[in-house]
């Protein structure tokens, strides 16, 4: 699978700031920003999926980032939501600190190779401290979308 970021991530699934104070209503918040743009066709089975997953291992992966994730039916094709939170939320991140950018994968269950992929590129992107920064201080989600546009095609043409 050949793709970039801008493939999967539409700007309108982008919640800066996100409105939710905790990690539950977080990943709920962004499964609508994905409903909204039609990539969730059931977001109630949506959002228990990536809740049950989030039960058996935090996705907070640390230095202020999750990446929560999950697999579903109601899911029609490979999607992205992002959200930055006003002020950051407690995750469970491995490093015992507070989340400042989520950034929610859902694929159909069929697509298992493409959920690895994308899983690969975006923490690609988030390794670069700089890119993290840029991002984690967008002032919209349009600033945030350039941002990664920009990181991701820096890796592309790598």
Not at 17 to 30: I, K, M, S, V, Y
Not at 41 to 51: A, G, I, Q, Y
Not at 56 to 68: K, V
Not at 132 to 145: G, I, S, Y
């Amino acid at each position: 699978m050949n793709f970039s970021i801008a493939d999967i991530l539409d700007p309108k699934a982008i919640r800066v700031p996100l409105l939710a104070t905790d990690r539950r209503g977080a990943l709920e918040e962004l499964v609508d920003a994905l409903a909204s743009i039609g990539a969730v066709t059931d977001p109630e089975l949506f959002k228990k999926s990536v809740w049950e997953r989030e039960q058996q291992r935090s996705t907070g992966i640390g230095e202020g980032l999750a990446i929560p994730h999950g697999k579903c039916a109601s899911i029609l094709r490979p999607a992205i939501a992002i959200g930055r939170p006003s002020v950051p939320i407690e995750f469970g991140a491995i490093d015992r600190r507070p989340v400042r950018l989520i950034v929610l994968l859902a694929s159909p269950p069929d697509k298992i190779t493409e959920h690895i992929q994308v899983l690969h590129r975006v923490s690609r992107i988030f390794s670069n401290i700089a890119t993290r920064e840029r991002v984690c201080l967008a002032p919209d989600a349009a600033t945030l979308f350039e941002e990664l546009r920009i990181a991701d095609s820096a890796i592309v043409e790598r």
